[in-house]
């Protein structure tokens, strides 16, 4: 069957927004993370999941952003999720806590701003 | 008045004068016995004796030979013998007697005149014998000289006079003969033993230009016969005369002459006739100018006629040929060529057997079509033809092949055969040499042809779905039929294309181009459109995507129509646009109705279009009916009248969707194949039951299909929006349990059931695996997000599986739980 997720890589100066479609799940989600996880350079300061126009997403999403995460922290950079507020992927998120791991931003503008800052505080491990 | 030939026929003369004198000969040496006188002298007696037997036997003997003055002179010969006898015999009545007799032989046989000039010689030598004999009793002899030759004169002509009445008969039978001969269209001649014209009729005067007179007695030779003919006319007459046969008769065309040298040609019927001892030859003879001419002209007809029959024949070759080539050009695909031909051959030449080698590239030699049916062998016969390049018989004629050539190639063989009785000859194999030029260049087009048309249809074929999804709550079906060969393979396509959030993309395209080109516009179309139905975009913004696409990338102005469906089963709606497609046709309660909306401008028409897409209700158990024009354009029939034909045969179609395709292709299809490519594809939103159950492989793939299902059965039970994202979440995640348990690859099912009660809902998920307690983060997320989203999740194990239930009461929570 066809893959039902869609993943378009951007960079915006030093930060790498990735935008994913469709639907997530564990048909896709391993792909789908090692494409994100390829498309950042070492050199970039972090990157954005724009998850706004994602349909849906499961637990296995879920663990894709979690392994993501680490592999971006190890690097010292930055992940930021961005979820339409009050959506199916926003309260999966929710539910599972991922705030924990990575700060949740309702617009892909305010999450590559909020990268493209120096922060003084690393976010708590994943 | 002639004597009439033949009357007293000459032998008949001449041996009644042997005879005659014979007699007197005998009568005379008797006297010699029985001597009454003194004076007797006996050696002249008997000299004259010997001489009268010697004259009768060279008469006799001469019988045929002798002419009338001959006869005339023999008798006066005879009245001196017996005159001489009588003188010296003496006195005595015997002589007087023998007068008699001679006197009576030439009233019978010589007409009056001659007879009594016979008879005065005759009186005049007997008067000189009484004169010297007595003299004084000369006036007693002389009456007795007188008298008795008067008295026998007179008994004789009574006789005669008797003789002419019969005579007179024979004359009007004979004028009759010449009447009829004189009238007679042809000229009739007779001439006698010597040559001798004695008969000349009317149609000779005017054929010769010799009158009678000037004819009779003249010879052929001299007349009519042209000098360098004369010696073999001459020839001819005498061998007819001395033939055995009585009745011998000879044809001759013959040259003859005119009296005023004009020569024409002749036929010349000759008999030989004997009657009463003669012999004469007739003929007929005939001017055959005309028969010649007659005959000519019969000739010159039948030269012509076999001239016509020539170039009939000669046209018959080239119709033959002609017949030959046509087969060849009339179809494109090869296999029709090839079996069309080796058809046509059998007819044009008359043959039992006919069969198309075809050369491959290394020019072995392979059976490509055969008639009738399947033959066996004539790969040698085949491959010597091939090597000699040159039109060839064999197996005593009976057995014809010819080389097909194509740019000096020898691209295949044409072999025709007999029954070994059969002989084709110069003009099968002039006939095959013409044709087999074109023919040979029509299969290399074809073969050239065939293979581009089998990469094309390949290719169309690999840009249709080979399988369509599996779409839960619909039913889809889809045909593909290929133009009938002789047409290129058109560029119709049809996607199916699942979207997410549960909806379902549905094409149908028609790409203007043909072949190749137009394959692989389809390819570029199909697989743009996939991905930006995958991006989110309304079929609008789509339909234009791939506008400018086909705007920007087309290398001519190519064009396309399609036609773009979204079902969305959860909400039973379809949104759709139509780029100058014909309508799709919705199936609802029995009835067929047209989705008619305006439809836009096809693809690659306008640089920026707008498509904008409209809504329908699409409730659940009715069917959506997509094609393209080739189901619905037939050849003089204008296109409302296809679309009102579709309309009644989808009426009284099956709802079953494989069902109503087939109904529609075997009703709307001509037995001979469309003429242009034919897809059709349908949808049927099935009806939503209360309580449902369903097997998935243990595939992740099943996931999407299962979380479609869920949507629509949620939206039909009453679930809004965050109820149906929700439920279906947490039933995701059980069966991403499920999947994980039975581990993938290995053929295993887990099925899917639910229930609906009120505003309950349950949803249970049944494996073959067993539970694994939450081993990791992962799957403590999944049953947590179970528990969270449901009201209830229970796992138990059941025979030797696992069974996850999950509850719901919708409307409990209120906007976001």
């Known amino acids: ?126 | 008045m002639r004597e009439l030939p033949g009357l007293f026929d000459v032998r008949v003369k001449a041996r009644s004068l042997a005879y005659l004198f014979a007699t007197g000969a005998t009568l005379g040496l008797l006297t010699l016995a029985f001597p009454h006188a003194d004076e007797v002298r006996d050696a002249p007696l008997v000299a004259l004796a010997l001489t009268a037997y010697a004259i009768s036997g060279l008469v006799y003997a001469s019988a045929d030979r002798l002419r009338d003055w001959q006869i005339h002179a023999i008798l006066v010969a005879g009245s001196l013998i017996i005159s001489l006898a009588n003188y010296y015999a003496g006195p005595s009545t015997l002589y007087p007697l023998l007068y008699m007799w001679t006197a009576l032989y030439a009233f019978y046989f010589f007409p009056l005149r001659e007879a009594f000039a016979q008879m005065a010689f005759l009186a005049v030598s007997y008067a000189v014998v009484l004169a010297v004999q007595d003299p004084d009793s000369v006036v007693v002899r002389w009456l007795l000289a007188v008298g008795t030759p008067l008295v026998a004169g007179l008994l004789i002509s009574r006789l005669l006079a008797i003789l002419h009445e019969h005579s007179r008969e024979l004359q009007q039978s004979e004028e009759r003969t010449r009447l009829v001969l004189d009238t007679a269209p042809d000229a009739f001649i007779t001439l006698d033993r010597d040559g001798h014209i004695t008969n000349w009729n009317a149609a000779a005067e005017r054929l010769f230009g010799w009158s009678e007179d000037e004819a009779v007695g003249k010879t052929m030779r001299e007349l009519i016969v042209p000098p360098e003919f004369r010696e073999r006319h001459e020839e001819r007459r005498r061998a007819l005369i001395a033939s055995e046969s009585p009745l011998a008769t000879e044809r001759f065309d013959v040259e003859f002459q005119r009296r005023d040298g004009g020569r024409f040609p002749g036929e010349a019927t000759v008999s030989k006739v004997e009657a009463r001892g003669d012999v004469f030859v007739s003929g007929f003879i005939t001017d055959s100018t005309e028969r010649l001419r007659r005959q000519a002209e019969r000739e010159a007809l039948l030269r012509e006629q076999t001239a016509r029959a020539e170039a009939e024949r000669m046209a018959e070759i080239v119709g033959g040929m002609q017949a030959l080539v046509d087969a060849a050009l009339a179809h494109r695909s090869l296999d029709l060529i090839l079996r069309d031909l080796v058809d046509q051959v059998r007819g044009v030449l008359d043959a039992d057997t006919a069969a198309i080698y075809l050369a491959d590239e290394n020019g072995r030699l392979t059976r490509g079509a055969s008639a009738p049916g399947d033959q066996a062998g004539g790969e040698g016969f085949a491959a010597r033809v091939a090597e000699s390049r040159e039109a060839t018989l064999a197996r005593d004629d009976s057995l014809i092949g010819v080389p097909l050539l194509a740019e000096g190639e020898v691209t295949g063989v044409l072999v025709a055969g007999g029954e070994p009785t059969r002989e084709f000859g110069d003009e099968d194999l002039t006939l095959l040499r013409l044709a087999a030029a074109r023919v040979g260049l029509a299969i290399a087009h074809a073969r050239v042809y065939e293979r581009e048309h089998r990469i094309a249809e390949t290719l169309q074929r690999s840009l249709l779905p080979d399988r369509l999804p599996d779409l839960p709550g619909l039913e889809v079906a889809a045909r593909y039929l290929p133009a009938a060969s002789e047409a290129e393979v058109g560029g119709d396509w049809y996607d199916v294309i699942p979207i997410a959030g549960g909806a379902v993309g549905l094409v149908m395209g028609d790409v203007a181009g043909k072949g190749l080109a137009g394959a692989s516009m389809v390819g570029r179309l199909r697989s743009a459109l996939r991905a930006y139905a995958l991006e989110g975009h309304d079929a609008g913004r789509v339909v234009e995507r791939l506008n400018r696409l086909l705007w920007t990338e087309a290398e001519e102005s190519q064009m396309a129509t399609m036609l773009y469906v979204i079902i969305d089963p959860a909400a039973s709606v379809v949104r759709w646009v139509n780029a100058g497609h014909p309508p799709p046709l919705v199936i609802a309660g029995g009835e067929a109705r047209f989705l008619e909306r305006e439809a836009s401008v096809p693809l690659g028409v306008l640089p920026f279009p707008t498509y904008e897409e409209v809504l329908e209700p699409l409730e659940p158990g009715s069917t959506l009916l997509l094609y393209t024009d080739g189901l619905i354009e037939r050849p003089g029939e204008h296109i409302d009248d296809g679309l009102a034909q579709l309309a009644a045969r989808v009426s009284e179609a099956p709802e079953d969707p494989h069902g109503l395709l087939d109904h529609l292709l075997a009703t709307l299809v001509p037995a001979a194949g469309a003429a242009d490519d034919v897809a059709l594809l349908t949808l049927r939103n099935l009806p939503i039951p209360d309580r449902f159950s369903a097997e998935f492989p243990s595939e992740p793939e099943s996931l999407a299909a299962i979380r479609s299902m869920l949507r629509r059965w949620l939206s039909h039970a009453g679930a809004d929006d965050i109820e149906v994202a929700e439920i279906t979440t947490a039933c995701g995640e059980a069966a991403t349990n499920a999947i994980e348990h039975a581990g993938t690859g290995n053929g295993s099912r887990f099925e899917v059931s639910g229930r609906r009660d009120g505003a309950d809902v349950e949803i249970a998920v049944r494996d073959r695996g067993s539970w694994r307690p939450e081993r990791d983060d992962d799957h403590g997320r999944g049953l947590a997000l179970m528990r969270t989203l449901m009201d209830s999740v229970a796992v138990e194990p059941s025979g030797e599986g696992t069974i996850v239930s999950l509850r719901r009461t919708l409307g409990q929570r209120g906007g976001a739980a």
């Open chain 1, 1 to 126: 069957m066809t893959d039902l997720i869609g993943v378009e890589i951007e960079e915006e100066g030093d930060v790498v927004v990735a935008r994913l479609t469709g639907e997530l799940d564990i048909a896709v989600a391993v792909a789908t993370g090692r494409k994100i996880g390829a498309a950042v350079p070492s050199s970039a300061r972090g990157v954005v999941v724009d998850m706004s126009a994602l349909e849906f997403m499961d637990s296995s999403g879920v663990s894709m952003l979690f392994a993501l995460a680490r592999q971006v922290g190890t690097h010292r950079q930055e992940l930021r999720v961005v979820a339409q507020p009050g959506g199916p992927v926003a309260r999966v998120l929710d539910i599972v806590e991922f705030e924990r791991a990575a700060p949740i931003h309702a617009d892909v503008e305010s999450a590559v701003a909020a990268v493209a800052t120096p922060r003084t505080s690393q976010p708590p491990p994943g």
